[in-house]
């Protein structure tokens, strides 16, 4: 199949790709006074709706704050699908991007599904539309067809499995041992990476997510010769020649437990600065410092920052209450079709709880963890 090659710093023909036009729709900062009375608002609403907010790493400090304040979560995409689908609460507000609200929706039907804004989308999920990754498929009909939580409902419709950073290389791992090949959409430096942990038979998707992919190898050479006793910590959504000065390599929540069990006292992390809010909660007394992406026509050493999380703000999580805008709904058959694949990961994962418990140390290829 041939490649087809994304620019998401170009829009569309309906816009809905440019991330001119995510920094554009980005609120702006409260006043403390503002931002207290919209803190206690949200709190107040959350409350009356009977309704819990689901918040990723990656989103506004305020937003973390209030989930936690509140009795939501702050949690990767795997923790955010497990807490939504089990918690009481009859209306789920998620903070985060909109693969996230549609998983919500799917595993839970019957609640309502909010979120802050529904334009906030994935470079990951807008590269892999439906209709081409479904002919994808149909021409490798002999492959177990594995696809990353940041993909739409349509896609994950399509999808043998589902998996998230968290448990990726576990389930790779497990399909690979039962003899099956993989079809792997649509980061193809995660799956670059699980191939070469695992050894798996994998074609893969060329997708890549736009924060992650500007993480720079020689600017990370630079800044570690200027901290010598950093660890380098890193997603594995980043390149190659990234991925492989890294001590420690995992997702969201991987990552942060590093930092809370590490015994190094600066750390350069190689993904969204979302996730530093909480590290520094959690790890006080360590310095954080940010991995170099020096993109394209950038001013600024790291700009590692989705624009499509920072689209999220108390203001949208008071009005999305307020109004009952931001609703998401997934149409039958999709949501029924969509189901399966994602209750086979939460299934495995149940299964193998050690499978996600601790962040990769290194790595060798083929084998897997040093």
Not at 58 to 65: I, K, N, S
Not at 207 to 214: A, F, K, R, S
């Amino acid at each position: 199949m041939e490649t087809v090659l994304y620019d998401f710093t170009k829009q569309d023909a309906s816009g809905a790709a440019c991330t001119a036009h995510a920094w554009a729709k980005v609120p702006e900062r409260l006043s403390p006074a503002a931002r207290e009375a919209a803190m206690a608002r949200g709190a107040a609403l959350l409350k009356a709706h009977d309704a819990v907010l689901v918040a990723h790493y990656y989103v506004d400090g305020d937003l973390q704050d209030l989930a936690l304040a509140t009795g939501g979560i702050v949690a990767d995409s795997l923790e955010m699908a497990r807490f939504g689908r089990d918690h009481a609460a009859k209306t789920l507000v998620v903070a985060g991007v909109r693969f996230m609200g549609e998983s919500a929706k799917i595993l839970s039907p019957h609640k309502r599904v909010l979120m802050p804004d529904l334009d906030a989308t994935c470079s990951l999920d807008l590269g892999c539309p439906a209709d081409e990754f479904g002919a994808f498929c149909d021409a490798h009909p002999e492959r177990q067809v594995v696809v990353y939580a940041n993909t739409s409902a349509a896609v994950k419709a399509r999808a043998d499995w589902m998996v998230t950073s968290s448990c990726a290389l576990a389930i790779v791992r497990h399909l690979h041992e039962q003899g099956q090949k993989i079809l792997w959409a649509p980061d193809r430096h995660l799956g670059r990476w699980i191939q070469e942990q695992t050894g798996a038979d994998m074609l893969l998707w060329h997708g890549e997510c736009i924060v992650h992919d500007e993480f720079k190898a020689l600017e990370l050479e630079l800044l570690r010769e200027q901290h010598p006793q950093a660890m380098v910590l890193v997603h594995p959504e980043s390149p190659e020649g990234v991925v492989r000065q890294a001590h420690v390599v995992g997702s969201t929540s991987q990552l942060l437990k590093a930092v809370i069990d590490g015994t190094a006292a600066e750390y350069i992390v190689a993904t969204d600065n979302g996730l530093m809010h909480r590290m520094r909660q959690l790890a006080p007394g360590k310095t954080l410092i940010e991995a170099p992406t020096a993109g394209n026509s950038a001013t600024c050493k790291s700009c590692a920052h989705c624009p499509w999380m920072a689209m999220n703000a108390l203001q949208g999580v008071v009005s999305c209450l307020q109004t009952g805008q931001g609703e998401i709904r997934v149409p039958e058959p999709v949501r029924g079709q969509a189901l399966g694949c994602i209750e086979r990961m939460l299934d495995f994962v149940k299964a193998h709880p050690d499978s996600v418990a601790q962040p990769r140390s290194g790595f060798v290829p083929n084998i897997g963890v040093a």
